[in-house]
T-cell receptor, first 114, second 114 residues
Framework: AQSVTQLGSHVSVSEGALVLLRCNYS??????LFWYVQYPNQGLQLLLK??????LVKGINGFEAEFKKSETSFHLTKPSAHMSDAAEYFC????????????FGKGTRLHILP | KAGVTQTPRYLIKTRGQQVTLSCSPI?????VSWYQQTPGQGLQFLFE???????NKGNFPGRFSGRQFSNSRSEMNVSTLELGDSALYLC?????????????FGPGTRLLVL
């Protein structure tokens, strides 16, 4: 069965610094991978997703993630953090052809320091 | 297009009662998924409905049930409420199955069980 691990339940970065949120997954077949963001008192919103093709995926708000099969990772990055990026970020994985379940990680809360 | 709407937004119940939550998906979306979000357990999948059929079910007791109507609107019911059912319940809709498609989340229903 697939699973996903997000390293660090809380991450703090200074405004203007690099944002790196880590996600590792477990899957026995090529996975679909997602990053969602949740702002306070709101539902989740898709940042980006990987299905097939190019392993570097660009998303909204300047975020991108790279699918690395050898490392079973799908880390989320943004070159320069903005105060508005403060939110909770969820990595998710699903497997094509399997039971069609999507599994979410426990989330990483990103804090932006002025 | 209007987004995913959930009603009610807030709910207070007492132990032993039952509750019904409603979700209206984005027009044209055939899949509706339900999630329970708590600080301790994170985002946990409850079930997914596609064209009025339950496609998947998470690891929740039978007290949690749902259904989908012909217009894709969905309801979730929790019977014999327990204190541990206090959570944010999120609904998400997608064009196709959630494991492959972008999910669009509603703002959630916050349930407090006293």
């Amino acid at each position: 069965a697939q699973s996903v691990t997000q390293l660090g339940s809380h991450v703090s970065v200074s405004e203007g610094a690099l944002v790196l949120l880590r996600c590792n997954y477990s899957s026995s077949v090529p996975p679909y991978l997602f990053w969602y963001v949740q702002y306070p008192n709101q539902g989740l919103q898709l940042l980006l997703k990987y299905t097939t093709g190019a392993t570097l995926v660009k998303g909204i708000n300047g975020f991108e993630a790279e699918f690395k099969k050898s490392e079973t990772s799908f880390h989320l990055t943004k070159p320069s953090a903005h105060m508005s990026d403060a939110a909770e970020y969820f990595c998710a994985v699903s497997e094509e052809g399997r039971d069609d379940k999507i599994i979410f990680g426990k989330g990483t809360r990103l804090h932006i320091l002025p | 297009k209007a987004g995913v709407t959930q009603t009610p937004r807030y709910l207070i119940k007492t132990r032993g009662q039952q509750v019904t939550l409603s979700c209206s998906p984005i027009s044209g979306h055939r899949s509706v998924s339900w999630y329970q979000q708590t600080p301790g357990q994170g985002l946990q999948f409850l079930f997914e409905y596609f064209s009025e059929t339950q496609r998947n079910k998470g690891n929740f007791p039978g007290r949690f049930s749902g259904r989908q109507f012909s217009n894709s609107r969905s309801e979730m019911n929790v019977s014999t409420l327990e204190l541990g059912d206090s959570a944010l319940y999120l609904c998400a809709s997608s064009l196709g199955l959630a494991a492959r498609e972008t999910q669009y989340f509603g703002p959630g229903t916050r349930l407090l069980v006293l």
